[in-house]
């Protein structure tokens, strides 16, 4: 079996493995594997296989994530575990779930534990932590990158399919790329970052590795939407994977723009993912990389430094020498920035954004090497902080300009050291780079993570939208055959599939003419799961059609059983009062049916 998460989820579903057996496993190949760098704290086995046996009583088709067992990088709280962020000193013990763990729970998933990292996420290296470094499984003399270390060789070792990370400056993408796996940078806001230790508050969000980038985006699914607790939080609406653009166009930095440390291989490597991207279909547009560069420079030579230092400053007041050497030099630093030196920055930033939008005119995304080159863990630890500069190079200047991003390996040189490359998008954008990344990853034939297993075939998806399209879900009178359905026939709108909704929504009957539903959310996992339809509208289509919708209802986004996000239609809490629930039915045509009988 190839140990997707697609794959154990059905094999879960089918009932040839059991989500028990399958958390089992992976305890024992983390006691088989025997890296005690990798784990800074595990959950009691006993517990967890509990949490998995219950999960028989669930339905299992509704949980997206059903049996998965999922590591989490210490800087993101789990409760009945402690947060570290890699320094003693610092710990604490959580009374609840990070949103985005809490989120994954509810789509099935099982937590193991809490993975290394550099000390608070200080680092794209993987060597600045108390609790060891993490070995490299790809190459024992290979740094694991940072700084989510821990989580990316979990998933490359084959102890977990899915772990979580977090990004400020490329701490997702990075350690993908050495370990031959798959990072995603979500867009900023798109998961929740209530329960994570900060680096940069602006900046930071919490990142996905998994084999295959589908399994990436099924995880993703499951976490992404707004949150109350977070206030950087935003509404972003998840779109699904849709088809390979027939006329896909790809932005590459102009001639002699790009470095590589006079790293020969890893440049041939990413002249060869050109040739690659260009074979299947994709024409390639010089673009001017010198404004991201600068970018690039602003997040350590800038005032962003100062939030890395608001963090920790207590902590460096009473106990600095209980900071990593290095974490410590790079952070106080903080400390000598006064509001002119922010305002001043600021300014420039929102003026590189202006001129970096100019990259994008024209091009689905930007494809660039994830790093420049690779080093060992001895030439880091000898040089430390040039060398972590170093490979930030294509990394540093993402967040800061409200890109997402996909880490995709992308080769295995001569030298057995991985290659990757990685898409990157204006943010709202993570499903274009999916579409795009999974057709790339597969074409490499490359294996998966360090146990080198073979990648599956690419899944088929339901029919996407298209274009300037945009997917509306309907559960009521707008459903195929009933009372309202002619406007969306009038608008052009085309069916694209029946769905669910995940068990997170009531629904009942308004007192309207023509009858209408309400659908509500509720607590995640607290309502039922409704029958709904996904219809395409083309963008000037869907504006008409959400500009008729009569109060009390609204457009919001609807998450599907798969976990998917769609937008769909929502109703006002006010609304529902004295109103009947009817979701019992399951949906909207069954109550009409019987209604019609009775």
């Known amino acids: 079996m190839t140990e997707t998460v697609a794959a154990i989820v059905a094999a879960h579903r089918a009932g040839t493995v059991s989500p028990a057996q399958t958390v089992a496993r992976s305890f024992q190949r983390i006691r088989d594997h025997n890296d005690p760098a990798i784990f800074i704290s595990l959950r009691d086995e006993k517990e967890a296989l509990a949490e998995a046996e219950a999960l028989t009583a669930k339905d299992a088709a509704r949980l997206a994530l059903y049996g998965i067992p999922v590591a989490v990088k210490d800087n993101i709280d789990v409760a009945g575990l402690s947060t570290t962020a890699a320094c003693p000193a610092f710990a604490y013990s959580p009374s609840r779930d990070a949103t985005s763990v809490a989120r994954l729970r509810a789509a099935g998933a099982i937590i193991i534990g809490k993975t290394n990292l550099d000390q608070f996420a200080t680092g794209l290296v993987g060597v600045r932590s108390p609790y060891g470094i993490p070995n490299n499984p790809m190459r024992g003399d290979l740094i694991p990158g940072g700084s989510s270390s821990g989580s990316a060789v979990a998933v490359s070792a084959g102890l977990v399919p899915l772990a979580l990370g977090t990004d400020t400056a490329g701490s997702g993408r990075v350690p993908a790329m050495f370990n031959n796996i798959v990072g995603l940078k979500p867009s900023l806001g798109l998961i929740s970052t209530a329960g994570v230790v900060p680096a940069c508050r602006t900046l930071d969000c919490v990142s996905v590795f998994s084999l295959c980038v589908d399994d990436a985006m099924t995880a993703l699914a499951a976490m992404a939407g707004p949150d109350g607790a977070d206030p950087f939080s935003r509404n972003r609406p998840l779109a699904q994977i849709s088809a390979f653009p027939a006329d896909l166009k790809l932005g590459v930095p102009r001639d002699g723009q790009l470095i590589f440390f006079g790293d020969k291989a890893s440049e041939a490597a990413y002249s060869d993912a050109l040739k690659r991207w260009t074979a299947l279909g994709a024409t390639l547009v010089g673009f001017d990389l010198e404004p991201f560069y600068e970018t690039a420079r602003l997040l350590y030579e800038g005032p962003w430094v100062a939030e890395r230092y608001l963090v920790i400053r207590d902590l460096l007041a009473s106990s600095p020498e209980a900071i990593h050497p290095v974490t410590r030099e ?131 998806f339901p029919v996407g939208v298209g274009g300037d399209e945009i997917a509306i879900a309907v559960v009521g009178a707008h459903l195929s055959g009933m ?69 009390p209802l609204s457009i919001g986004t609807v998450r599907l059983a798969d976990g998917r996000g769609v937008k769909g239609f929502i109703v006002e809490p006010a609304a529902v009062n004295g109103a009947r629930d009817i979701s019992a039915f399951s949906g909207w045509r069954a109550f009409m049916a019987e209604a019609a009988a009775g």
Request: charged content about 15%; overall charge neutral.
């Open 483 to 551: 009372a309202l359905n002619g406007e969306l026939m009038a608008l052009g709108g085309r069916l694209l599939e029946a769905a669910r909704t995940a068990a997170d929504y009531r629904l009942y009957a308004l007192d309207t003419t023509p009858p209408k539903p309400g659908m509500l959310r509720v607590e995640a996992g607290a309502g039922s799961s409704i029958e709904l339809e996904v219809w395409a509208l083309s963008a000037a289509a869907f504006g008409k059609f959400v500009a008729a919708i009569p109060p």
């Open 330 to 460: 790079i952070t106080v630093a903080g400390a000598r920035l006064g509001a002119a030196d922010t305002f001043a920055a600021l300014y420039r930033l929102q003026a590189l954004r202006k001129i970096s939008e100019r990259a994008f005119a024209g091009i689905d995304a930007l494809v660039l090497p994830t790093a420049p080159t690779a080093y060992s863990t001895a030439q880091v630890l000898a040089n430390p902080i040039e060398l972590n500069s170093r490979l930030g190079t294509y990394t540093n200047f993402v967040n800061l300009l409200d890109l997402c991003a996909l880490a995709l390996p992308a080769a295995i040189r001569a030298d057995d050291i991985p290659f990757g490359i990685t898409l990157l998008a204006p943010a709202g954008q993570d499903a274009k780079l999916a579409s795009i990344g999974r057709v790339f990853h597969a074409d490499t034939k490359l294996t998966m993570g360090a146990r080198h297993l073979p990648l599956p075939p690419l899944a088929n």
